[in-house]
């Protein structure tokens, strides 16, 4: 209802002031972000900022273990997006992030990928069970990992029983996020990782292969963002999040990588808002990417 | 020309000093207290967990205090008896790990001896990989805590007065034989302290560690890797994961200070 409250003055005020005025958005807003997210927020905060030159907007990036820890022990977040809902439900219980805020805004799947020159020459999925690949994944505890170990455990139906177990007797290292797993695999240090599709674009993509992985297996990983309810920055804060559900933000994130479900409850929260926006522009009108392991291929 | 330092000088002084004290003993103050408070034993991690953290951790400072004693001491040997030109550029690089950002010491270490890395890339052609391997922690580690060794072992070797070792040319004692009877049994002291400063420095080593060597438990995970592994998780457990390492950080270094004392007394 607060959401809805603010909305409706911004758009009273944005009336009320006529041509000319429409930006009454000033002041500095900490966002705390998944690794994941990097190359999407950085992009998404400069066209924010674009729009409102007042803002400053300064991101935090780490697994999103970390920032639920950081935000649980008081650090001065106004906004929270994490790469999964277990997370987010951590900073519910502590009590800084109100449930009835919570938004999914996009969502993820994941790829295998291996160094260019392919040194273990893995073609397929199964191919991470063969001898002496060195696999490398992320930490136990992050959203990737729970993901992963869930896409691996999954294969065993075809692969059949140990699948899993056979693969992660390649485990070579545990790396503390996703884009140090994309840094391992690049450098050609690690035979192959397990990331987001978002992951493997951009300056790195031309050192990688991506190999998609079979739409019965794959997970599809939901960012949900909220703002963080004891700070003084909630209108800002309001203000990024339906930013979010505009269709230049949708651009972003789909040229990022990231899709959509196609399961239309699983992005009900970011619809169910009757968005006047900001951006006088309709909400959800954004190319939205199907989460499809085809959408990779056609990049 | 000395000047009695005024009341309020001296006030200023103790004022500061205290403060400075307080900035430095109060993390690990705390530390301990939360340690106790939220009876941190009772979540730590898996006992083994921490044994084989333990004893990646003690195999792999073993080897670097027994290569930094191998390599080095005829390093601060030569360093403090010859002279050459270049010797303080020579001098300076050895130094440099101690004040270089650890995470950077890693990716120049990852870069050399990575598997695409310029001696890296040789070696596995001859199929020897060595990121993600016990190797590389004790790579990594040496590269970091070695220059201590050869720092502490270099003032040894110079509070000897020359004399001492002309003499016992005169002697007749030659080469091995001189040191192994006469420079060995005075400068022991520094070597001994220098080893474990080494020691304790490599087993506080993480950036240069988790960078080369990746984490992994049971094969790369060190004590201080564990640490931050199960910070991310649990930070009960981590606060006492990291005690047991203060604790052991706070015997090696009285022991090295003591030993550094008496080689002072010596010289």
Same mark, same amino acid.
Request: with cysteine; hydrophobic share 55%; aromatic share 8%.
């Given at each position: 209802?607060?959401?809805?409250?603010?909305?409706?003055?911004?758009?009273?005020?944005?009336?009320?002031?006529?041509?000319?005025?429409?930006?009454?958005?000033?002041?500095?807003?900490?966002?705390?972000?998944?690794?994941?997210?990097?190359?999407?927020?950085?992009?998404?905060?400069?066209?924010?900022?674009?729009?409102?030159?007042?803002?400053?907007?300064?991101?935090?990036?780490?697994?999103?273990?970390?920032?639920?820890?950081?935000?649980?022990?008081?650090?001065?977040?106004?906004?929270?997006?994490?790469?999964?809902?277990?997370?987010?439900?951590?900073?519910?219980?502590?009590?800084?992030?109100?449930?009835?805020?919570?938004?999914?805004? @996009?969502?993820?799947?994941?790829?295998?990928?291996?160094?260019?020159?392919?040194?273990?020459?893995?073609?397929?999925?199964?191919?991470?069970?063969?001898?002496?690949?060195?696999?490398?994944?992320?930490?136990?505890?992050?959203?990737?990992?729970?993901?992963?170990?869930?896409?691996?455990?999954?294969?065993?139906?075809?692969?059949?029983?140990?699948?899993?177990?056979?693969?992660?007797?390649?485990?070579?290292?545990?790396?503390?996020?996703?884009?140090?797993?994309?840094?391992?695999?690049?450098?050609?240090?690690?035979?192959?990782?397990?990331?987001?599709?978002?992951?493997?674009?951009?300056?790195?993509?031309?050192?990688?292969?991506?190999?998609?992985?079979?739409?019965?297996?794959?997970?599809?990983?939901?960012? $949900?963002?909220?703002?963080?309810?004891?700070?003084?920055?909630?209108?800002?804060?309001? @203000?990024?999040?339906?930013?979010?559900?505009?269709?230049?933000?949708?651009?972003?994130?789909?040229?990022?990588?990231?899709?959509?479900?196609?399961?239309?409850?699983?992005?009900? $929260?970011?619809?169910?808002?009757?968005?006047?926006?900001?951006?006088?522009?309709?909400?959800?009108?954004? $190319?939205?990417?199907?989460?499809?392991? @085809?959408?990779?291929?056609?990049? | 020309?000395?000047?009695?330092?005024?009341?309020?000088?001296?006030?200023?002084?103790?004022?500061?000093?205290?403060?400075?004290?307080?900035?430095?003993?109060?993390?690990?103050?705390?530390?301990?207290?939360?340690?106790?408070?939220?009876?941190?034993?009772?979540?730590?991690?898996?006992?083994?967990?921490?044994?084989?953290?333990?004893?990646?951790?003690?195999?792999?400072?073993?080897?670097?205090?027994?290569?930094?004693?191998?390599?080095?001491?005829?390093?601060?040997?030569?360093?403090?008896?010859?002279?050459?030109?270049?010797?303080?550029?020579?001098?300076? +690089?050895?130094?440099?790990?101690?004040?270089?950002?650890?995470?950077? &010491?890693?990716?120049?270490?990852?870069?050399?001896?990575?598997?695409?890395?310029?001696?890296?890339?040789?070696?596995?052609?001859?199929?020897?990989?060595?990121? +993600?391997?016990?190797?590389?922690?004790?790579?990594?580690?040496?590269?970091?805590?070695?220059?201590?060794?050869?720092?502490?072992?270099?003032?040894?070797?110079?509070?000897?007065?020359?004399?001492?070792?002309?003499?016992?040319?005169?002697?007749?004692?030659?080469?091995?034989?001189?040191?192994?009877?006469?420079?060995?049994?005075?400068?022991?002291?520094?070597?001994?302290?220098?080893?474990?400063?080494?020691?304790?420095?490599?087993?506080?080593? +993480?950036?240069?560690?988790?960078?080369?060597?990746?984490?992994?438990?049971?094969?790369?995970?060190?004590?201080?890797?564990?640490?931050?592994?199960?910070?991310?998780? #649990?930070? #009960?457990?981590?606060?006492?994961?990291?005690?047991?390492?203060?604790?052991?950080?706070?015997?090696?270094?009285?022991?090295?200070?003591?030993?550094?004392?008496?080689?002072?007394?010596? &010289?």
């Amino acid at each position: 209802m607060r959401l809805v409250a603010i909305l409706m003055a911004s758009v009273l005020l944005g009336a009320a002031s006529l041509a000319g005025a429409r930006d009454q958005l000033a002041g500095s807003l900490s966002v705390y972000a998944a690794t994941s997210l990097t190359d999407a927020f950085e992009a998404l905060k400069e066209a924010f900022v674009e729009r409102h030159p007042e803002v400053e907007i300064l991101l935090n990036f780490a697994n999103s273990a970390t920032l639920a820890a950081q935000i649980q022990a008081g650090a001065p977040a106004d906004l929270f997006a994490s790469a999964n809902e277990l997370q987010m439900g951590k900073a519910v219980a502590s009590g800084r992030v109100d449930e009835a805020e919570i938004e999914i805004f @996009a969502h993820n799947r994941l790829v295998v990928i291996v160094p260019k020159d392919n040194p273990a020459d893995i073609q397929s999925l199964r191919d991470l069970a063969g001898g002496g690949v060195l696999l490398v994944l992320a930490a136990p505890g992050t959203p990737i990992r729970a993901y992963a170990d869930a896409m691996l455990d999954s294969h065993n139906s075809d692969y059949g029983e140990g699948f899993s177990e056979r693969v992660m007797r390649n485990l070579a290292s545990e790396e503390s996020n996703v884009r140090q797993v994309v840094a391992r695999v690049a450098l050609g240090e690690a035979d192959a990782g397990v990331v987001y599709q978002s992951d493997a674009l951009g300056d790195v993509a031309e050192k990688l292969i991506v190999i998609a992985i079979d739409e019965r297996h794959n997970q599809l990983a939901s960012y $949900p963002i909220a703002p963080i309810n004891d700070t003084a920055a909630q209108a800002l804060a309001r @203000a990024f999040i339906a930013f979010l559900r505009s269709r230049e933000a949708q651009s972003i994130l789909a040229a990022n990588g990231f899709c959509w479900s196609r399961a239309p409850e699983a992005i009900q $929260p970011s619809e169910a808002t009757p968005a006047p926006s900001l951006d006088a522009e309709a909400p959800d009108a954004g $190319p939205k990417v199907e989460c499809e392991a @085809a959408t990779l291929e056609d990049r | 020309m000395k000047r009695r330092p005024l009341k309020t000088d001296k006030l200023l002084i103790s004022a500061v000093s205290a403060f400075a004290f307080f900035l430095l003993v109060a993390p690990v103050a705390v530390l301990l207290l939360s340690g106790f408070a939220s009876r941190a034993w009772e979540g730590l991690p898996d006992s083994a967990t921490i044994l084989s953290a333990a004893a990646i951790s003690f195999a792999s400072t073993s080897a670097v205090v027994f290569m930094a004693a191998l390599l080095g001491t005829p390093l601060a040997y030569a360093l403090s008896r010859y002279d050459f030109r270049g010797k303080r550029l020579v001098s300076l +690089f050895i130094e440099l790990p101690i004040v270089m950002p650890p995470a950077v &010491a890693g990716l120049a270490l990852l870069l050399t001896f990575g598997r695409r890395g310029l001696i890296g890339s040789l070696l596995a052609e001859a199929g020897l990989i060595i990121p +993600f391997s016990i190797a590389a922690v004790i790579l990594a580690q040496f590269f970091i805590s070695a220059p201590f060794y050869i720092r502490s072992a270099q003032v040894g070797f110079s509070s000897i007065a020359p004399e001492i070792e002309d003499a016992a040319r005169v002697d007749g004692a030659y080469g091995w034989l001189m040191f192994w009877h006469i420079t060995l049994p005075i400068a022991w002291r520094a070597l001994i302290a220098g080893m474990i400063l080494s020691w304790a420095r490599a087993l506080g080593e +993480f950036g240069a560690t988790i960078l080369f060597a990746g984490n992994l438990q049971g094969k790369t995970q060190t004590m201080p890797l564990l640490v931050y592994s199960i910070f991310e998780r #649990d930070i #009960d457990a981590a606060i006492w994961t990291g005690l047991i390492l203060i604790l052991l950080a706070l015997i090696a270094l009285s022991l090295s200070q003591w030993l550094a004392r008496a080689q002072d007394k010596l &010289a």
